[in-house]
């Protein structure tokens, strides 16, 4: 069994600053690429960021510069860094996480439970 908690999301004004965390927890035998996808009201959910097992990162095209995505290997935690916040980054973030549980020898694609982030003009 694996868990993702994630915390972290709030309002704040344009401009402003939040930090989101996603802690994998449970049967984990190795953890692969981490990563951040959005939900805006009446949209698709879209990509974010993703960080690698070896630290390299990618961004959407309306983030990067603005967003940091980060990775803790020794607490099985992803983090994303928002700055400069603006009323299109508002959404539901989802941490999404690629796992191999021990004893699987398959690796899954698990979702944490989203956090709502508002950003207020």
């Known amino acids: 069994q694996v868990q993702l908690v994630e915390s972290g999301g709030g309002l704040v004004q344009a401009g402003g600053s939040l930090r989101l965390s996603c802690a994998a927890s449970?049967?984990?035998?190795?953890?692969?690429?981490m990563g951040w996808y959005r939900q805006a009201p009446g949209k698709q959910r879209e990509l974010v960021a993703t960080?690698?097992?070896?630290?390299?990162?990618n961004y959407a095209d309306s983030v990067r510069g603005r967003f940091t995505i980060s990775r803790d290997n020794a607490k099985n935690t992803v983090y994303l860094q928002m700055d400069t916040l603006k009323p299109e980054d508002t959404a539901v973030y989802y941490c999404?996480?690629?796992?191999?549980?021990?004893?699987?020898?398959?690796?899954?694609?698990?979702w944490g439970q989203g956090t709502q982030v508002t950003v207020s003009s």
């Open positions: 449970g049967s984990i035998f190795s953890i692969k690429t």
């Open positions: 960080v690698t097992s070896g630290g390299t990162a």
């Open positions: 999404n996480v690629r796992i191999e549980p021990y004893l699987m020898m398959k690796e899954y694609n698990y």
